[in-house]
């Protein structure tokens, strides 16, 4: 896959001199470099703001994103109250969010499975309304409950919510799909929660780094592709190349392909398995079929199925 940024007063973004590029070219797939990340986007973000800061430092800069998922990522502890508890967490079963365990090599650990590892971290403090830091979690050298998540009763409790401890107080969420009335601020913690500022106003990573270098970030609507001429240029890109190399693909070269199928089709109806067709294909890729005699080459040979 190919990742680069585009602008309509110098193209793609590089250096005047072409030696510094914004592209990144990944192989996608566990097989080869993995997925591309949200931290890939955050390490390509950087390269283009030190190519804009460096090369064009005398105009303000915009960073136009789709609207996808791994753009608008947030920090894995970003404040979220979609899934905390009204009461304080019990021993054992604290309240956290999961965040991706990251190897040495800076990609993500994978399980037997082929799932990204995961592991539960502290969710981030919230604000209070002036602005100062509170706190999600008891203190670890708490009497009662050390270290252990407050529940939302506990924290609407500290910024003055009344009606919202025990159980004659409001419910955590209205229904299992979270059926609010229309337009309401405080039928449940978990709404009243949803309507604080520090909820509402959480920064995606991008956001977050391109401010702090002085540069904007605008996310399109979604599922408006044509809002963006880069997908016009890609398409323009990839036409012309796929026909180039179609194009430049010789009739030699398509005869060893079909020589090379035939040698797999044969070896399978002789009955051999994938293992030793590829050995046979390689061992007489000057013919067309492998030998009638190929179990017997096989077995001389000590080629034995998979």
Request: hydrophobic share 35%; proline share 4%; charged share 25%.
């Amino acid at each position: 896959m190919v990742a680069d940024f585009v602008s309509a007063d110098y193209g793609w973004l590089c250096s005047p001199d072409g030696s510094e590029s914004a592209c990144v070219l990944f192989k996608a797939g566990k097989a080869h470099e993995g997925y591309f990340t949200s931290d890939d986007i955050m390490k390509q973000a950087s390269a283009a703001m030190d190519i804009v800061q460096k090369h064009f430092p005398d105009e303000d800069h915009l960073f136009v994103y789709d609207n996808a998922t791994i753009h608008l990522k947030c920090p894995d502890d970003a404040l979220s109250a979609r899934k905390m508890s009204k009461g304080v967490s019990k021993p054992g079963t604290n309240f956290g969010v999961e965040q991706s365990v990251i190897g040495e090599n800076g990609k993500p650990v994978y399980t037997p499975d082929g799932k990204i590892l995961k592991e539960k971290v502290n969710m981030a403090n919230g604000k209070f309304a002036d602005g100062t830091e509170q706190e999600f979690y008891f203190p670890d050298n708490h009497p009662t409950h050390p270290g252990l998540f407050k529940g939302m009763a506990n924290i609407l409790t500290e910024r003055g919510f009344s009606g919202v401890q025990g159980k004659q107080g409001k419910r955590a969420q209205c229904g299992k799909n979270f059926s609010c009335v229309p337009g309401a601020t405080d039928c449940c913690c978990h709404r009243i929660l949803y309507s604080q500022l520090d909820c509402v106003n959480v920064e995606s990573l991008l956001e977050t780094e391109c401010k702090v270098r002085g540069y904007g970030v605008l996310f399109l609507p979604k599922f408006h592709c044509e809002l963006n001429f880069i997908e016009q240029c890609w398409e323009e890109d990839l036409e012309k190349n796929v026909t180039n190399c179609l194009d430049g693909v010789p009739l030699t070269s398509m005869q060893r392909f079909s020589t090379h199928s035939c040698h797999f089709m044969d070896a399978y109806y002789k009955g051999l398995d994938g293992k030793q067709a590829a050995w046979a294909a390689k061992k007489f890729r000057g013919h067309r079929v492998v030998p009638e005699s190929i179990l017997n080459i096989l077995e001389e040979a000590g080629v034995t199925k998979a």
